[in-house]
């Protein structure tokens, strides 16, 4: 009769911090998503002729270029990267408080356009508060 043998530390702890991440992870595609569909959506528009403000294409294609890489910070942080969740600590409360100050600003985006960076935020916020919760720190910066 073989033993089967038990999970080493480093393999539970790798586990744990992995199943933190995913609602996190899940969080950040959702925000690369919208924010590409944004992109491609003026592109369309811009194809089709409607005419579509400077100030909406860098807005949005800044979101887009954030969201890239919150999720390049959010996948290094899964992975136990200690670097990548400094930066994820740090870009995603910013990117929240970026996304208020755009959003209540009157008359500078349109209101579909404004909805859109709104729901983005409210991507953001979630993963900016379990980033920086003592416990996902403490998954990612433990050694094992």
Do not use: Y
């Not at 073989?2 to 991440?21: I, Y």
């Not at 592109?43 to 270029?65: E, M």
């Not at 508060?129 to 910066?141: C, H, Q």
């Amino acid at each position: 009769m073989t033993e089967t043998p038990l999970p080493t530390t480093a393999a539970v702890h790798a586990t744990a911090r992995r199943a933190a991440f995913r609602p996190v992870l899940a969080l950040l595609w959702s925000f690369v998503a919208l924010s590409a569909a944004m992109v491609a959506f003026l592109a369309v528009l811009t194809a089709v002729g409607a005419g579509v403000d400077i100030a909406i294409w860098v807005r949005c294609s800044i979101v887009f270029a954030s969201s890239v890489l919150l999720l390049i910070f959010g996948i290094g942080a899964a992975r136990g990267s200690r670097n990548a969740l400094l930066r994820l600590r740090i870009v995603a409360p910013i990117i929240v408080a970026a996304v208020v100050v755009i959003v209540s600003i009157p008359g500078f985006l349109p209101g579909w356009v404004r909805i859109e960076q709104a729901v983005c935020g409210l991507l953001v916020l979630p993963v900016a508060i379990i980033a920086n919760l003592p416990r996902t720190r403490a998954l990612v910066s433990a050694k094992a």
